[in-house]
């Protein structure tokens, strides 16, 4: 599928119904898997917090 396609608007509002009810759902899991995550040093630190700055944007729909 390309960003072309007319029949979904992208963003945070998709034209299937129940889709974004799909990815809040993902993102919490992504959260509650994110606070588990061990963070052993300065490395492992930017890399959750990169991966959070991600999934921030991914929810507020700034791809």
């Known amino acids: 599928?390309?960003?072309k396609d007319t029949r979904f608007v992208y963003?945070?509002?998709t034209?299937?119904?129940g889709l974004d009810l799909i990815f809040?759902?993902?993102c919490l899991i992504c959260?509650?898997?994110i606070c588990r995550l061990p963070v052993r040093d300065?490395?492992?630190r930017r890399r959750v917090n990169?991966?959070?700055d991600e999934?921030?944007?991914?929810?507020k729909g700034d791809v």
């Open 15 to 17: 034209g299937v119904e």
């Open 31 to 33: 959260r509650i898997m």
């Open 24 to 26: 809040k759902v993902l």
């Open 55 to 59: 999934l921030n944007k991914l929810e």
């Open 50 to 52: 990169k991966f959070n």
């Open 11 to 13: 963003g945070m509002h």
């Open 42 to 44: 300065s490395i492992d």
């Open 1 to 3: 599928m390309t960003k």
